[in-house]
């Protein structure tokens, strides 16, 4: 493995149900495929960046940002599909994907995730024997959900609320 030689590959489907065009929303004024795109553009152990999406506003965003555009097929890009699915089509159809590489896979739809945090998990990576390393964030908020017109904190013991 060449760890010093490494391909981002950043899944940004396009048909987003909750938020519409959610990789294009932006923060600060840039879109989170910006973001993504930026953050690794910095890093001197990065090769390449691609953004695999079905989405040509999403692949136009992508190229002006420095990025390399793959084209996702709609079998892969429906509500069921997975992330993996996108990561897989990308190493086993795009001829700019060297073999050798090691794959940091990023989700533009964590824009927090910080140069830092990205720089710690690589010299993790490359000072172990793991395969993958990945980066949490422990999350205080509460989660809320309403079952049966009950309003309840899923991630708190003991703190329902009326």
Same mark, same amino acid.
């Given at each position: ?6 391909? $981002? ?8 149900? #909750? ?11 840039? &879109? =989170?495929?910006?973001? /993504?795109? *930026?953050?690794?553009? @910095? !890093? *001197?152990? %990065?090769?390449?960046?691609? $953004?695999? #999406?079905?989405?040509?506003?999403? !692949? ?12 996702? #097929? ?10 993996? /699915?996108? +990561?897989? *089509? $990308?190493?086993?159809?795009?001829? +700019? @994907?060297?073999? *050798? ?8 739809? &964590? ?5 830092? &945090? %990205?720089?710690?998990? =690589? ?12 980066? @949490? ?5 509460? %989660?809320?959900? @309403? ?16």
């Amino acid at each position: 493995m060449n760890k010093l030689n490494y391909l $981002v590959i950043i899944p940004a489907r396009g048909g987003s149900k #909750s938020i519409k065009n959610k990789n294009l929303q932006k923060i600060n004024e840039k &879109s =989170l495929i910006q973001i /993504s795109i *930026d953050k690794f553009k @910095v !890093l *001197d152990k %990065i090769s390449s960046i691609i $953004v695999t #999406s079905d989405n040509d506003e999403i !692949l136009k965003e992508a190229k002006n940002h420095g990025a390399i555009a793959w084209k996702r #097929s709609k079998t892969i890009s429906g509500d069921t599909a997975t992330s993996e /699915s996108a +990561l897989k *089509d $990308v190493l086993e159809n795009c001829q +700019l @994907v060297n073999p *050798d590489q090691d794959i940091i896979f990023h989700q533009c739809t &964590s824009p927090l995730l910080s140069i830092n &945090s %990205i720089e710690e998990a =690589l010299i993790k990576f490359e000072n172990t024997n793991s395969s993958c390393v990945f980066t @949490v964030q422990e999350e205080y908020n509460p %989660i809320w959900s @309403v079952d049966d017109e009950k309003i309840k904190i899923l991630n708190a013991k003991d703190l329902n609320r009326k």
